[in-house]
C-alpha cells in the first residue's frame, strides 16, 4: 500500500502509586511519534495495527524495561514500537518534590493512508 502513513500514540496511566497520580510523568514532548520506525515490509503489505507498551519512566525521565503488554498481531510492528518507545524522554513523576520512576503505559497505533 502506498501513499502517506500516520501514526498516533496514546498514552495511559498504569498502575501508577496513588501518590504519584497527582505530579504523572510528562511526555516530553506531548505527543510521541515512532513515524520513521514503522517496518517496511509492514508498510509494503498494508499491514495495520496497535501495539501497547509497558515500560517505566525513570527518575531521569528516560524509558527502561520496554515490553509488549499487547501485541498488534505482528512482530515487526511490536518490535518497531518498542524501539521507537526506547528512544521517548519524559518529565518524570515527582514525589514530595523528588523525581520517581513510575509504571507507565502507551499504545502506538500503527494506521497507513
Known amino acids: ?5 500516520a501514526l498516533a500514540v496514546l498514552a ?3 498502575a501508577l502509586p496513588a501518590q504519584a497520580i497527582a505530579d504523572a510523568p510528562v511526555q516530553n514532548p506531548p505527543s510521541h511519534g ?4 514503522y517496518p517496511k515490509d509492514a508498510k509494503d503489505a ?3 495495527g496497535m501495539t501497547t507498551l ?9 524509558v527502561a524495561g520496554v515490553r ?3 501485541s498488534s498481531g505482528n512482530a515487526g510492528l511490536d518490535n518497531a514500537a518498542a ?7 519524559y518529565k518524570p513523576a515527582r514525589k514530595d518534590s523528588k523525581p520517581v520512576a ?12
Open 68 to 70: 509488549i503488554a499487547k
Open 1 to 5: 500500500m502506498r501513499g502517506q502513513f
Open 54 to 62: 509497558a515500560f517505566t519512566v525513570t527518575e531521569q525521565g528516560t
Open 46 to 48: 498494508g499491514i495495520e
Open 83 to 89: 524501539a521507537c518507545a526506547s528512544l521517548w524522554r
Open 12 to 14: 495511559a496511566f498504569a
Open 34 to 37: 515512532c513515524l520513521d520506525h
Open 102 to 113: 513510575t509504571p507507565w503505559q502507551a499504545t502506538v497505533q500503527w494506521k497507513l493512508h
